[in-house]
Nanobody
Framework: QVTLVESGGGSVQAEGSLRLSCVAP????????WGWFRQVLGKSREFVAR????????????VQGRFVLSRDSAQRIMPVQMMTLQMNSLKPEDTAAYYC????????????????WGRGTRVNVSS
């Protein structure tokens, strides 16, 4: 069973930067979708970014150009995989709980039924 552990987060003023990390022991990046979501209290969890199988990244429009998602290693299988979400030019509307997420891939389908979640880490951006 894959486990996900987030770190980073905190409080920052608008236009500042923060970095989030997600550690996933034993995660096979070919077999699993892997990405970030965020949730504002009282609202639905929303997609932020995900790593694609070919190593590219898909971003939500609201963070495109400001957030950068990267993986610690290009190797498919590592004892411990880590990915980092570098968040720049933060806005108050980026304030949320951020969750690392994973899901077993369904063959070659690009769709991911996200069902594995970390505990989340808080990001607070003040104006």
């Amino acid at each position: 069973q894959v486990t996900l552990v987030e770190s980073g987060g905190g409080s920052v003023q608008a236009e500042g930067s923060l970095r989030l990390s997600c550690v996933a022991p034993g995660l096979d990046t070919w077999q699993y979708c892997w990405g970030w979501f965020r949730q504002v209290l009282g609202k639905s969890r929303e997609f932020v970014a995900r790593l694609e199988r070919d190593g590219s990244v898909t971003y939500a429009g609201s963070v495109q150009g400001r957030f950068v998602l990267s993986r610690d290693s290009a190797q498919r299988i590592m004892p411990v995989q880590m990915m980092t979400l570098q968040m720049n030019s933060l806005k108050p509307e980026d304030t949320a709980a951020y969750y690392c997420a994973a899901a077993p891939r369904n063959g070659d389908s690009p769709a991911c039924a996200w069902n594995i979640w970390g505990r989340g880490t808080r990001v607070n951006v003040s104006s």
